[in-house]
Nanobody, 121 residues
Framework: QVQLVESGGGLVQPGGSLRLSCAAS????????MGWYRQAPGKQRELVAS???????NYADFVKGRFTISRDNAKNTVYLQMDSLKPEDTAAYYC???????????????WGQGTQVTVSS
């Protein structure tokens, strides 16, 4: 089994910054892609950013130049640095990790529990 623990959400004023973290633990043999998604009330969950095992990044257009995704492979942790936050960034943010566990020959997706980000004055 794999556990994902997210932290770093909260309330911030427009233009402010937050840093999200997501740490994976359990019977982990290898982690492939790691990413962040978000879901606002009444909307579908959408990809925010992802990062491959080798460090290749991918960003949604609506966060390019404002958000930065990174990972620490030694700690099985992915981060999302969010700068210049806007009210429309308000959502629950979920980490997603592709993990191969002990005894398995394939990768499967795991999701964090979600952390709320609210951007408001």
């Amino acid at each position: 089994q794999v556990q994902l623990v997210e932290s770093g959400g909260g309330l911030v004023q427009p233009g402010g910054s937050l840093r999200l973290s997501c740490a994976a633990s359990g019977s982990i043999i290898s982690i492939n892609d790691m990413g962040w998604y978000r879901q606002a009330p009444g909307k579908q969950r959408e990809l925010v950013a992802s990062i491959s095992k080798g460090g290749r990044t991918n960003y949604a257009d609506f966060v390019k130049g404002r958000f930065t995704i990174s990972r620490d492979n030694a700690k099985n942790t992915v981060y999302l640095q969010m700068d210049s936050l806007k009210p429309e960034d308000t959502a629950a943010y979920y980490c997603n990790v592709e993990v191969r566990t002990l005894g398995s020959t394939y990768y499967r997706d795991y999701w964090g529990q979600g952390t709320q980000v609210t951007v408001s004055s």
